[in-house]
Nanobody, 128 residues
Framework: QAQLVESGGGLVQPGGSLRLSCEISGLTLDYYAIGWFRQAPGKEREGVSCSDSRDGSTYYAPSVEGRFTISRDRAKNTVYLQMIRLQPEDTAVYYC?????????????????????WGQGTQVTVSS
């Protein structure tokens, strides 16, 4: 049974950094697209960054391009989201999700309902 567990969230001041981790079990990371999504209060869940296992391609939402980096550690079956220069609008619950890839990495990232396996989420709060 697949299990995704996020960690690394917390309270950080504007301009600060955090690294989120998503430990995955029950899935072979090499075969799955992995996405980081976030949901702020009153807003829809949105794709932040995704990684396609087929060719290693990545996608970043325009709002995080240049500030967030997604990476995989195959040995640990873990996916990371490094976040720098955090802003108050980055405040949200962050989720990782996995799905067998079916289209381009950008389209996958913009289609959260198509991901089958989800973690429980980790809160990120950016505030002074």
């Amino acid at each position: 049974q697949a299990q995704l567990v996020e960690s690394g969230g917390g309270l950080v001041q504007p301009g600060g950094s955090l690294r989120l981790s998503c430990e995955i079990s029950g899935l072979t990371l090499d075969y799955y697209a992995i996405g980081w999504f976030r949901q702020a209060p009153g807003k829809e869940r949105e794709g932040v960054s995704c990684s396609d296992s087929r060719d290693g391609s990545t996608y970043y939402a325009p709002s995080v391009e240049g500030r967030f980096t997604i990476s995989r550690d195959r040995a640990k079956n873990t996916v990371y989201l490094q976040m720098i220069r955090l802003q108050p609008e980055d405040t949200a619950v962050y989720y990782c999700a996995a799905q067998l890839p079916w289209t381009t990495v950008q389209t996958m990232c913009n289609s959260p309902p198509q991901f089958s396996f989800w973690g429980q989420g980790t809160q990120v709060t950016v505030s002074s």
